[in-house]
C-alpha cells in the first residue's frame, strides 16, 4: 500500500542531499521493475541485484546510488507514456554499466588533491612576496589560491557532463537492442528546455552538471532518427497500468482534485476511476470507496492491486475477515509475489485476534521478510503475531533483527538481550540473538 513512508540515509550522492523519503507499494515497484528488466539485461546488468527505489518527490528526477535507481513520484505523475519513464531507467542502467560513481569519487577526490596543491602553492607565492616585501607575488599567490577550487569544480563538471552524454548513448543502445522508441527521452529533455526557457533562465554551461538541454536534445534526436524502432510504441496493457500508477499518485499527493486534474480528458476511464476510489478512502468515505471498488473489481476481476487495496479499505472498516480474504485474493493473483502484499496479509491475519490466524500470519511474515528483510513493519507484525502464539522469545528475537536491520542498534540489542534469556541455549534463534548482541563490542 502507497501509504508505507520512511526517511532513510543515503551514502554519496548530493542528488539525494542525505536524507530521501522512501515510498513503498506493491503496484508501483512492480511496474517499475517490469520497466527495467529488459534494459538492465541489455545493460548487461542482474535484474535481481539492481533495487529500484520510489521517492516521495514532486519533481521529475531519477538518480543513482550504489545498486539503486532512485526514481520520484513526480517523475511517474509527468511522463505520460510509458516510454518517457523507461527512457529514464534505461539512462540510468548507462550510469550503472559504465561505472560512472566509481569513477566520480575518483574525480572528486582528484579534484579535492588539485583543490589542496593549489592553496598550498598560492600560500607559498603569498609567503615568498611577504619575505621579498614584493606585493606583486602576495597579489599572485592570492590568486592561486583564489583559482585552484573554480579548476577543480569546472573540471569536476566537465567530467560530469561527459558522463551525462556517454549514458544518453547506453539508453540508446539498451532502447534499440530491446526494440523501444527513443521518442519518450526526447520528450523529457524537451520538457526540461522548454522549463528553462519559460523561466528565462541564463545558465553557464561551465556551472552545471548535466550539459544543456539543448545539448542534449540535439545528440538523442540523432541517435533516434537512427534508430529503426524510432516509432514503436507503448502496448495498450502496459499504458493502462502506467495510468492506474500514476492515479494512485495523484490521488496520494493532491487527493480527489489532483485525479480529476490528471485525467480531465477521460474521467470516465479506469485508471481516472480508480484514483477517484482511492481519494474517496483517503477523504474518510471509506464505506463509498468500497462500492467504488467493487465496481473496478467487476470489470477487472484480477487485478491484485484492486483486491489488496480492497483489504485495506476493509481494515479501516473493522471488517478484519473480510480484509484477510481480500488480501488473499491479492496474494492469488498477484504475479510478482510481491513480500509487500504478504505483509499485509500477514497483518490482516494479526488484526482479526483469532489464534488459529497466527500461524498463518507467521507463515506470511516470515516469507515477507525473507524477501524484503528492509520492511520494519512487517518485522513488528511479526512480532505481534508470535505475542498473540504464546512465543514471547520468538517475538523479542524479531524485533531484535527488524531493530537491527533498521540501524536502531541499540535497541536491537536489548531485545536480544531479552530473547537470549528465554531461548534454548545453541538453538538458531540464540546464536543470531548473541550475534546481534556481539556485533559493535
Same mark, same amino acid.
Given at each position: 500500500?502507497?501509504?508505507?513512508?520512511?526517511?532513510?540515509?543515503?551514502?554519496?550522492?548530493?542528488?539525494?542531499?542525505?536524507?530521501?523519503?522512501?515510498?513503498?507499494?506493491?503496484?508501483?515497484?512492480?511496474?517499475?521493475?517490469?520497466?527495467?528488466? @529488459?534494459?538492465?539485461? /541489455?545493460?548487461?546488468?542482474?535484474?535481481?541485484?539492481?533495487?529500484?527505489?520510489?521517492?516521495?518527490?514532486?519533481?521529475?528526477?531519477?538518480?543513482?546510488?550504489?545498486?539503486?535507481?532512485?526514481?520520484?513520484?513526480?517523475?511517474?505523475?509527468?511522463?505520460?507514456? @510509458?516510454?518517457?519513464?523507461?527512457?529514464?531507467?534505461?539512462?540510468?542502467?548507462?550510469?550503472?554499466?559504465?561505472?560512472?560513481?566509481?569513477?566520480?569519487?575518483?574525480?572528486?577526490?582528484?579534484?579535492?588533491?588539485?583543490?589542496?596543491?593549489?592553496?598550498?602553492?598560492?600560500?607559498?607565492?603569498?609567503?615568498?612576496?611577504?619575505?621579498?616585501?614584493?606585493?606583486?607575488?602576495?597579489?599572485?599567490?592570492?590568486?592561486?589560491?583564489?583559482?585552484?577550487?573554480?579548476?577543480?569544480?569546472?573540471?569536476?563538471?566537465?567530467?560530469?557532463?561527459?558522463?551525462?552524454?556517454?549514458?544518453?548513448?547506453?539508453?540508446?543502445?539498451?532502447?534499440?537492442?530491446?526494440?523501444?522508441?527513443?521518442?519518450?527521452?526526447?520528450?523529457?529533455?524537451?520538457?526540461?528546455?522548454?522549463?528553462?526557457?519559460?523561466?528565462?533562465?541564463?545558465?553557464?554551461?561551465?556551472?552545471?552538471?548535466? !550539459?544543456?538541454?539543448?545539448?542534449?536534445?540535439?545528440?538523442?534526436?540523432?541517435?533516434?532518427?537512427?534508430?529503426?524502432?524510432?516509432?514503436?510504441?507503448?502496448?495498450?496493457?502496459?499504458?493502462?497500468?502506467?495510468?492506474?500508477?500514476?492515479?494512485?499518485?495523484?490521488?496520494?499527493?493532491?487527493?480527489?482534485?489532483?485525479?480529476?486534474?490528471?485525467?480531465?480528458?477521460?474521467?470516465?476511464?479506469?485508471?481516472?476511476?480508480?484514483?477517484?476510489?482511492?481519494?474517496?478512502?483517503?477523504?474518510?468515505?471509506?464505506?463509498?470507496?468500497?462500492?467504488?471498488?467493487?465496481?473496478?473489481?467487476?470489470?477487472? @476481476?484480477?487485478? !491484485?492491486?484492486?483486491?489488496?487495496?480492497? $483489504?485495506?479499505?476493509?481494515?479501516?472498516?473493522?471488517?478484519?475477515?473480510?480484509?484477510?480474504?481480500?488480501?488473499?485474493?491479492?496474494?492469488?493473483?498477484?504475479?510478482?509475489?510481491? !513480500?509487500?502484499?504478504?505483509?499485509?496479509?500477514?497483518? /490482516?491475519?494479526?488484526?482479526?485476534?483469532?489464534?488459529?490466524?497466527?500461524?498463518?500470519?507467521?507463515?506470511?511474515?516470515?516469507?515477507?521478510?525473507?524477501?524484503?528483510?528492509?520492511?520494519?513493519?512487517?518485522?513488528?507484525?511479526?512480532?505481534?503475531?508470535? $505475542?498473540? /502464539?504464546?512465543?514471547?522469545?520468538?517475538?523479542?528475537?524479531?524485533?531484535?533483527?527488524?531493530?537491527?536491520?533498521?540501524?536502531?542498534?541499540?535497541?536491537?540489542?536489548?531485545?536480544?538481550?531479552?530473547?537470549?534469556?528465554?531461548?534454548?541455549?545453541?538453538?538458531?534463534?540464540?546464536?543470531?540473538?548473541?550475534?546481534?548482541?556481539?556485533?559493535?563490542?
Amino acid at each position: 500500500m502507497f501509504a508505507m513512508l520512511l526517511a532513510v540515509s543515503m551514502s554519496a550522492p548530493a542528488h539525494s542531499q542525505g536524507r530521501v523519503a522512501v515510498v513503498r507499494d506493491a503496484e508501483i515497484e512492480t511496474l517499475l521493475k517490469d520497466y527495467a528488466k @529488459p534494459v538492465l539485461q /541489455a545493460a548487461g546488468l542482474k535484474a535481481n541485484r539492481v533495487e529500484i527505489v520510489l521517492v516521495n518527490d514532486r519533481s521529475f528526477n531519477a538518480f543513482v546510488d550504489g545498486q539503486r535507481i532512485f526514481m520520484n513520484t513526480g517523475a511517474l505523475m509527468a511522463a505520460e507514456v @510509458p516510454n518517457e519513464i523507461i527512457g529514464v531507467l534505461a539512462h540510468e542502467a548507462g550510469h550503472l554499466a559504465g561505472g560512472h560513481q566509481q569513477r566520480m569519487r575518483e574525480q572528486i577526490a582528484a579534484a579535492r588533491t588539485m583543490t589542496i596543491v593549489g592553496g598550498l602553492l598560492g600560500a607559498g607565492a603569498i609567503a615568498a612576496g611577504s619575505i621579498s616585501g614584493n606585493s606583486g607575488s602576495s597579489r599572485a599567490g592570492g590568486a592561486l589560491i583564489t583559482a585552484a577550487p573554480g579548476l577543480a569544480q569546472r573540471n569536476l563538471l566537465s567530467y560530469r557532463r561527459s558522463e551525462e552524454m556517454n549514458a544518453d548513448q547506453a539508453a540508446a543502445r539498451y532502447l534499440n537492442a530491446t526494440g523501444q522508441s527513443m521518442q519518450g527521452m526526447l520528450t523529457t529533455f524537451e520538457r526540461f528546455s522548454r522549463s528553462l526557457s519559460l523561466a528565462g533562465v541564463q545558465v553557464d554551461q561551465y556551472q552545471i552538471s548535466h !550539459p544543456l538541454p539543448r545539448e542534449r536534445i540535439a545528440l538523442l534526436e540523432e541517435l533516434a532518427r537512427k534508430s529503426r524502432h524510432f516509432d514503436a510504441r507503448d502496448p495498450a496493457h502496459l499504458i493502462q497500468r502506467h495510468n492506474l500508477a500514476r492515479a494512485k499518485i495523484a490521488a496520494y499527493s493532491g487527493g480527489a482534485q489532483a485525479v480529476a486534474r490528471l485525467f480531465s480528458d477521460d474521467r470516465g476511464s479506469l485508471a481516472a476511476r480508480y484514483g477517484d476510489a482511492i481519494a474517496t478512502d483517503l477523504s474518510g468515505s471509506s464505506a463509498a470507496s468500497l462500492t467504488k471498488l467493487d465496481a473496478l473489481i467487476r470489470e477487472q @476481476p484480477k487485478n !491484485p492491486y484492486f483486491h489488496e487495496f480492497r $483489504g485495506e479499505v476493509l481494515l479501516k472498516l473493522r471488517r478484519n475477515d473480510e480484509a484477510v480474504k481480500a488480501f488473499r485474493n491479492a496474494v492469488a493473483l498477484d504475479p510478482a509475489k510481491s !513480500p509487500l502484499i504478504r505483509a499485509r496479509l500477514g497483518f /490482516a491475519l494479526v488484526t482479526t485476534g483469532n489464534p488459529g490466524n497466527m500461524g498463518r500470519a507467521i507463515d506470511e511474515l516470515r516469507a515477507a521478510v525473507q524477501a524484503d528483510p528492509d520492511n520494519f513493519n512487517a518485522y513488528r507484525t511479526l512480532s505481534q503475531a508470535y $505475542g498473540f /502464539a504464546g512465543d514471547i522469545a520468538n517475538a523479542e528475537l524479531v524485533m531484535a533483527e527488524g531493530n537491527f536491520r533498521a540501524g536502531n542498534t541499540r535497541e536491537a540489542k536489548v531485545f536480544a538481550a531479552r530473547a537470549l534469556q528465554k531461548l534454548p541455549k545453541g538453538s538458531p534463534g540464540a546464536i543470531r540473538a548473541n550475534d546481534i548482541l556481539t556485533i559493535g563490542n
